[in-house]
């Protein structure tokens, strides 16, 4: 059996203190993400995030080479859980440097490297993820979305045009680019069904429409694609070879979000806030809280298990893990939260408890299970790979 060392490093203390200061100067009390109804915050995150590059701490566990800090993936997930714990001050920025970035660094051309890896590393580019589809969200590998050859003679020269559907795009409207995934093979097995494109978001053909949430504005969103052109400079990796690089890229991502350290944080605060009332909080309360930080030591384990494997391109499960651990606290501790504080839980706004985010952290936790694959599939990539049938 393999065991690890959980102790994240000498400089994981200091590294946690030097985030929250800069947290504490330059993002605003109450500040609970990018996709509000004011686009303050969403130029909050844009400056936020040019200061954390310029601090060399964006793009921190990234080569220098690429515009990183050149540390190590244990300083990256002390700035992943910072960031989480205080509603994620990166806003949509988390996604490049989480996934498209390491993907294109794996996979990408010197070309596609070259152009798109110092522009996340810096701060300057959103990136949006077309995966889902009305009719295939939970088995990517049947999405319906075709990208059709172009022909010699066409406008792309051998290149490909897109059509079709997706949906709850996340930070569509705000991004600049989009890694899409299509059909380009729709006779062969299904792993070799997809192809990844990296498509700027002003290419002709594309509409992008919001959907109306419970998440807030700006976060879900349908993306139409009509003949979208697409290049040979754009296929990320080879064609036929998206599912594989797809899977690899959800592993970065289910181990990116940390939403434990966001629960943690909201107990931790809540605590505070409730001073001596906590003695006359029911003693049934008080074992869920206990329970509730148990099962969030267990989840932050989970997670630091996933990112000591997170280079072995067939530890997934480990991901998949961490996910279902994570999700499910997110929801535990959002309804905790709100037996705690009653009626009280459902004001928003600064003279809220928390200025509103325990309201904030209930709505978002309904999708958690839904959100980065469903807790459904989680489950079965975690079983097929104990009955060893997840190569």
Known sequence: MTTMDYDLGDDAAELRTRLRQLIANHVPAGFLGACTDDPQDLATTESFCKLLAAEGLLALAWPKEHGGGGGSIWQQT??????????????????????????????????????????????????????????AGTDLASLRTRALPDGPNGPTGTGWRIT??????SYAQMASWCVLAACTHP????????????????????TVRPIPSMLGPHHLNEMFLDGVPAFPGDVLGEPGDGWRIMREA???????????ARCESLLHRLRTELGDDWDRLPESIRIRWVRALVDLRVARLLA???????????AGAAASAARIATTTCDQQVAELLFDVLGPAALDSGVTAPLHGAIEDHWRYAQAATVASGTIEVQRMLVARDVLGENR
């Not at 079709?164 to 795009?169: A, H």
């Not at 630091?304 to 067939?314: F, H």
């Open 78 to 135: 002390v700035l992943r859980e910072e960031m989480w714990a205080h509603h994620e001050p990166r806003g949509p920025q988390y996604m490049g440097i989480n996934w498209v970035g390491p993907a294109i660094m794996r996979y990408g051309t010197a070309a596609q490297r070259a152009k798109h890896l110092s522009a996340i590393a810096a701060g300057e580019v959103v990136w949006c993820q077309g995966f889902s589809e009305p009719e």
């Open 164 to 169: 079709g559907q997706k949906v709850w795009t």
């Open 187 to 206: 006779d062969a097995p299904k792993p070799k069904r997809l192809t990844l494109f990296l498509i700027p978001m002003d290419r002709p053909g594309i």
């Open 250 to 260: 959800l592993a970065f991502e289910r181990v990116g979000i940390a939403r434990y």
């Open 304 to 314: 630091y298990r996933a990112v000591s494997l997170q280079e072995d391109p067939q």
